[in-house]
């Protein structure tokens, strides 16, 4: 019943910057953890950061220092993006599942991805 889905610009130079969000429909439990995940050409697809239920925010040793997670609202998710590099190119899907994002269980709900071009 979830949905998500995503918006943003996907294309810049390397140092640019973007900003993606997500918005969920039918979203009533209130209680997820939400991330944001990237699969760049050739490799699995991997975490880049996440927000868990109390508001703690995680990220991939990758992006630290240069991505923001924040949860604007209860149904909005978003990625700043900062200093962008060329092996930043990936498409990028927003997630959720219910319960705490430490908690063992597959992320149930994914947007559609957002292809992120970044430039040299």
């Known amino acids: 019943q979830v949905q998500l889905v995503e918006s943003g610009v996907g294309s810049v130079q390397a140092g640019g910057s973007l900003r993606l969000s997500c918005v969920a429909s039918?979203?009533?439990?209130?209680?997820?953890?939400m991330a944001w995940f990237r699969q760049a050409p050739g490799m699995e697809r991997v975490a880049v950061a996440a927000?868990?239920?109390?508001?703690?925010a995680t990220y991939a040793d990758s992006v630290k220092g240069r991505f923001t997670i924040s949860q604007d609202n209860v149904n909005t998710l978003s990625l700043q993006m900062n200093s962008l590099k060329p092996e930043d190119t990936a498409i990028y899907y927003c997630?959720?599942?219910?319960?705490?994002?430490?908690?063992?269980?597959?992320?149930?709900?994914w947007g559609q991805g957002t292809q992120v071009t970044v430039s040299s």
């Open positions: 039918r979203y009533t439990s209130r209680r997820h953890c």
């Open positions: 927000i868990d239920i109390d508001g703690s």
């Open positions: 997630a959720a599942k219910q319960g705490y994002c430490t908690e063992r269980g597959d992320f149930d709900y």
